[in-house]
């Protein structure tokens, strides 16, 4: 039986629900308790689960801007290189070993990592070890230059600490752990080398007010980075589930609710798909109508209960009697039609009899069923030139009307 089939008698009794979607991975956002959504410092999420959620989805947006910053960040270093022939002195050779030979190999080794799908996970780890590496690169040239130029690569580590607060992508906290620790490491390296007089306020104090005016920057854009996600996360639940509504509502408007099978509604427009593809390729289709016969003595003596039960019990026999090709309906109240493409009608007689003799074993093995006297009339027919469904279901309809009469008459 074709895929039409796949929900069958036995599961469309069990499963009455919308049908479940898990492609926008809509995990429980944990926020019915009451509690903030997130810590007010670090803003990492109070629900592990949805935090992960966040990292997952910061990453996956923010990949192609992490490659570029890096790629942006070895520009300025090597351009910036050109500055230590005028201003190194004696120290050039060791600034181009520090510039050259470590920080931008290590720079570039981190852009072609963040172009690996496994490396994604780690980006904001590197984009931190990208800063870090960048920073320490900038004091240890600044620890061997000359005391009279030492100051000028103040500003070469004040924009490092921008970049880690505004350009590379990896959170206030290990943005805010990378300013600090270069702020710390610039205190020490610097002592002797640009604190004198005044100076051993106003650098610090202004490395400090980056530093503070660098957090509260990257706090405000993470803030609304999360809530712009968590307002997302309901908008994608809300489309969810309307998908699930709709996914249901088709299958109510296609499927009989109680045995799964596709319905009239359906049936229409098959065979008219049918009859089309018959004219313009001359494939040829037949059907047929199988009718329970005695059915309503099941509902009367056993109940309406029992006699849903059968139904469903019938249809499934039903599906996996018949080939993979055909398509099963349910076309009344104990009425079955079964549509059998690329089949003459030969064929089609075939496949009939050996439902029939299926159905005959299972009546056979229900002792209700078989006391009762419950059998089946079908009638077979084949789609012809210039035909019409409802042509079609008339003459199926005739030749089980024939059949009916033909056991009468037998009986009697």
């Known amino acids: 039986m074709g895929p039409e089939h796949a929900r069958t008698a036995a599961s469309a009794a069990d499963d009455s629900g919308p049908v479940s979607s898990s492609k926008w991975n809509l995990e429980p956002d944990g926020v019915s308790t009451g509690r903030p959504l997130w810590n ?13 959620l966040f990292g997952e989805y910061i990453r996956s947006r923010t990949a192609t801007l992490a490659r570029r910053s890096v790629v942006l960040a070895i520009l300025l270093y090597a351009v910036f ?11 050039w050779n060791a600034n181009t070993a520090i510039r050259f030979l470590i920080v931008v190999p290590y720079l570039l080794l981190v852009y072609f990592l963040l172009k690996l799908p496994r490396a994604r996970r780690y980006q904001q780890p590197l984009m931190l070890s990208v800063e870090i590496v960048a920073g320490l690169g900038l004091l240890a040239m600044m620890a ?113 609710p109680l045995t799964g099978l596709l319905n009239r509604r359906s049936l229409d427009q098959r065979l008219a798909e049918v009859i089309a593809a018959q004219t313009r390729h001359g494939d040829t289709a037949s059907l047929f109508l199988l009718d329970l016969d005695r059915f309503k003595q099941v509902n009367d003596q056993l109940g309406h209960l029992r ?28 009425e079955f039609l079964v549509l059998l493409p690329r089949t003459s ?24 069923l078989r006391e009762l006297g419950l059998g089946c009339s079908i009638g077979v027919d084949h789609v012809r030139d210039g035909d019409t469904p409802d042509a ?10 024939e059949e009916k009469q033909s056991k009468r008459v037998a009986a009697t």
């Not at 007010?40 to 992960?52: G, I, N, S």
């Open 81 to 91: 290189g050109f500055a230590d022939y005028h201003l190194a002195g004696d120290a």
């Open 40 to 52: 007010a410092l670090t803003l990492v999420f109070k629900d592990p689960e949805l935090e992960r």
């Open 307 to 334: 006699g849903d039960a059968f139904l469903c019990q019938i249809a499934q026999l039903i599906c996996v009697t018949v080939r993979e090709i055909d398509v099963v309906f349910r076309f009344g109240g104990d």
């Open 392 to 401: 079609i279901l008339r003459r199926a309809d005739a030749m089980l009307y």
């Open 345 to 368: 009608e030969a064929q089609a007689l075939v496949v009939a009899d050996r439902l029939r003799t299926a159905f005959e074993q299972m009546v056979e093995g229900i002792e209700e």
């Open 144 to 256: 061997v230059m000359p005391r009279e130029v030492g100051s000028l690569y103040f500003g070469g580590l004040a924009l490092c600490c921008m970049f880690g607060y505004m350009v590379f992508p990896m959170g206030l906290v290990r943005a805010s752990v990378a300013g600090w620790s270069l702020m710390a490491g610039f205190l020490l390296v610097a002592r002797g080398q640009v604190f004198d007089g005044p100076n051993l306020v106003v650098y610090p104090f202004f490395f400090a007010a980056a530093n503070i005016a660098g957090m509260f920057a990257t706090w405000s854009l993470e803030r609304y980075r999360r809530k712009n996600y968590f307002q997302l996360r309901s908008l994608w639940k809300q489309r969810a589930a309307f998908e699930r509504l709709n996914e249901e509502l088709e299958r109510l408007a296609t499927h009989d």
